[in-house]
């Protein structure tokens, strides 16, 4: 090993240390739960979280590959939708398209999109991300923890969607999250990352009327980390906002 290459593996290694430094400073698991992975190898740094490989309600965390198994039989042309009503923001998301509907989480949209989508083609575009299918008749779009996924499996599976820049759909689904961080759901997380949020039920013994997802990869360039954080009893913004707020400590100059 040259001694370039030992320096630069040092550094990476503090850098993980570093972080999950901060990550072990959040509250015990059952409020905090999170994964740390090297998002080029899916290789899992470190974790908290108990049975990462048990599938749990994500909900929106499942809107990129919707949208990626709706683009599979539409030539990757996506709609502009009117959002006025049936969104979790009551006075609507108005004229939007699937960037911004990414970004925003745009209920409305997301339904139109599962309307015109086969559970087929989302199946198949899971079984390509290595993570679990929806099931029969479950909400394509996440609604009501219908389509659980593994904590561990779906954070490799975003790792892939940002390997697999330059694929039909993709980049428009990666435009979607880097809007998301920086204005949209996770805008907590800020620029310079890709982001998405996600509420579902609680499945926790102590239970809370949902749970607040957020999935980050940083730098937004070919990212380095992904962390997927799970906060007990929040929405998925109050996820976003935690990661933001450790990623400004993680880049502070040490």
Not at 68 to 87: D, E, F, N, R, W
């Amino acid at each position: 090993m040259t001694l370039a290459l030992a320096v630069l593996l040092a550094i990476q290694s503090l850098d993980e240390q570093t972080l999950s430094r901060l990550l072990e400073s959040l509250p015990g698991q059952d409020e905090t739960s999170w994964l740390l992975l090297d998002a080029r190898t899916d290789r899992l740094i470190g974790a908290r979280w108990p049975a990462p490989d048990q599938p749990v309600p994500i909900g929106s965390l499942v809107k990129p590959f919707t949208a990626l198994a709706h683009g599979a039989s539409h030539q990757y042309s996506y709609p502009v939708h009117v959002c006025s009503t049936g969104c979790w923001l009551d006075r609507g998301h108005g004229r939007i398209g699937l960037v911004e509907a990414l970004a925003q989480s745009c209920n409305s949209y997301f339904e139109q999109l599962a309307r015109e989508t086969a559970e087929e083609d989302a199946r198949w575009v899971a079984a390509r991300y290595a993570f679990e299918g929806p099931p029969a008749g479950g909400s394509l779009i996440g609604r009501a923890g219908g389509w659980p996924a593994a904590p561990l499996k779906i954070a490799r599976a975003y790792c892939e969607l940002a390997r697999r820049a330059g694929e039909p759909g993709v980049d428009q689904v990666l435009g979607g999250m880097a809007a998301s961080a920086a204005h949209g759901t996770a805008k907590a997380v800020g620029g310079g990352a890709l982001a998405k949020t996600g509420t579902a039920p609680c499945t926790h013994a102590r239970r809370a009327p949902g749970d607040g997802f957020a999935i980050v990869l940083f730098p937004a360039k070919s990212p380095k980390f992904a962390l997927l954080l799970r906060i007990h009893g929040a929405p998925g913004s109050e996820a976003a906002r935690k990661a933001g707020e450790l990623l400004r400590l993680f880049r502070e100059p040490r």
